[in-house]
């Protein structure tokens, strides 16, 4: 079938063996087979005349559309995606040794995570390629975000979880309509079986680690960052890592805006991940093709055995200059206090991940101390309550007498006085 080209994309370009394929509903590349490495090109002549167009416009994602691969009829969903806050927090900084750190809050996302970037894209291209419904399989994110969307385009969703999503993800999808198929086993099986049910049902699979168009809206962050530093862009961009496709977006968009010339040199990328599940880490450093890992962390959003997006991921790491890191989970906790009570901002292990890195970073002398850095946190800390309550400490529970409270506070020396 023919689909008309979003106007400034130009064709898809397979990473690995550089066949370029015709823009259509493509996953895999025709030569090599590989899944996930087809990338959108545009005519970045073009766009580049838009560069006082895209900064008079809303703050929001949709305002780099012309490098998102979605027609200029399409209607954008009306939900509020991107242009999340950055927060300048010295106090973070200090702690991990640093002399400048940001955090760029993504858990503002409608549906409080990353994954809104694609899914918004996702759901056009859904309604572009005449498909009502839709599926993805996911860790809990993608698939509460895909709800969401979904929710707000009309469409129909379908949705693969592996056992281990927490189940505030899972009520958020129910609570947006979606059908919500519980997979006994990984997310690797919630996967397979997602895209045989695309196969059989003639549903649009979101998954993000084969589609091309679903990173395309994950480089919304990366261009943000570039457009809300600009000449200050920080000397590392720190994220957490699962199928590699938010730091392959992220890495995308910031070679694309010093293209565009609102930076002049693209930061670092440090991936972030969690020790119980490293494919992509070993696979980095190993230089030899990626060996499914086991995929044990408290950080579910990360718990990728089989990530779909590791070639991609290392290119781009790699074109940075960047490096990768692996974190324990009990660094992981330490960084979920230390970021909300020190950045103010409340996160979800995978989505403190990042600044549970760059903490061992600036302390393994990988990240020098008067270096800058953005973490982006990825999802909101009220997705996954029973992980946050492993990082905090106990309610102090009593009567309602003000006698009981100060003897109380004085025996744990919470205020001064004789007990
Ligand atoms: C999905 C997700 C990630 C990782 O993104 P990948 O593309 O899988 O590498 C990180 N943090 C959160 C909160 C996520 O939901």
Redesign the pocket.
């Known amino acids: 079938m023919e689909f008309q080209r979003p106007e400034f994309v130009t064709h898809l370009r397979c990473l690995l063996c550089g066949t370029t394929v015709e823009y259509g509903n493509v996953f895999t590349c025709p030569t090599c087979g590989v899944d996930g490495i087809l990338d959108v090109q545009y005519n970045y002549d073009a766009v580049s005349n838009r560069r006082s167009a895209i900064s008079g416009r809303p703050l929001n994602h949709w305002r780099y559309r012309e490098l998102l691969p979605v027609s200029s009829d399409s209607p954008l969903p009306f939900l509020h995606i991107g242009w999340t806050p950055v927060y300048d927090v010295p106090r973070l900084a200090e702690v991990l040794g640093l002399s400048k750190l940001f955090l760029k809050d993504d858990g503002r996302n409608p549906t409080n995570?990353?994954?809104d970037r694609a899914s918004s894209v996702g759901v056009i291209k859904a309604q572009e390629f005449g498909f009502t419904t839709i599926a993805c399989a996911s860790?809990?994110?993608?698939a509460s975000s895909l709800a969401g969307l979904s929710a707000a385009a009309g469409l129909r969703s379908f949705i693969f979880v592996p056992q281990r999503a927490p189940e505030p993800k899972i009520t958020q999808l129910l609570i947006f309509g979606a059908t919500v198929i519980r997979v006994q086993g990984t997310y690797e099986q919630a996967f397979d079986l997602c895209r045989d049910a695309c196969e059989l049902f003639g549903w649009y699979n979101r998954n993000?680690g084969t589609n091309p168009y679903l990173v395309e809206g994950?480089k919304t962050a990366g261009l943000e960052i570039g457009e809300q530093f600009g000449a200050a862009i920080p000397d590392w961009a720190v994220?957490?890592?699962?199928?590699?496709?938010?730091?392959s977006g992220i890495g995308k968009g910031l070679q694309e805006m010093k293209r565009l010339g609102f930076i002049n040199r693209v930061p670092r990328l440090l991936g972030v991940q969690a020790e119980g599940s490293r494919p992509l880490l070993d696979a980095f450093f190993s230089g030899k093709d990626l060996l499914p890992s086991p995929s044990n962390t408290i950080a579910d959003?990360?718990a990728?055995g089989t990530p779909r997006?590791w070639r991609r991921a290392i290119q781009q790491i790699t074109m940075s200059g960047g490096t990768m890191i692996a974190v324990s989970d009990d660094e992981i906790l330490d960084a979920m206090r230390l970021t909300a009570r020190l950045g103010g901002v409340f996160g979800?292990p995978?989505?403190v991940a990042g600044v549970a890195g760059l903490k061992k970073a600036v302390a393994a002398g990988i990240v020098k101390p008067d270096a800058s850095a953005v973490a982006v946190i990825?999802?909101n800390g009220l997705k996954d309550i029973a992980s946050a309550k492993k990082a905090v400490g106990q309610t102090i529970d009593i009567e309602p007498s003000i006698e009981v409270l100060a003897k109380r506070l004085r025996e744990q020396h919470l205020v001064k006085g004789s007990i």
Do not use: L, M, R, Y
Request: proline share 0%; hydrophobic share 30%; with cysteine.
């Open positions: 995570s990353f994954k860790t809990g994110n993608a993000s994950k994220v957490s890592v699962g199928d590699g496709c938010t730091i959003s990360i990728v997006n979800e995978a989505g990825t999802g």
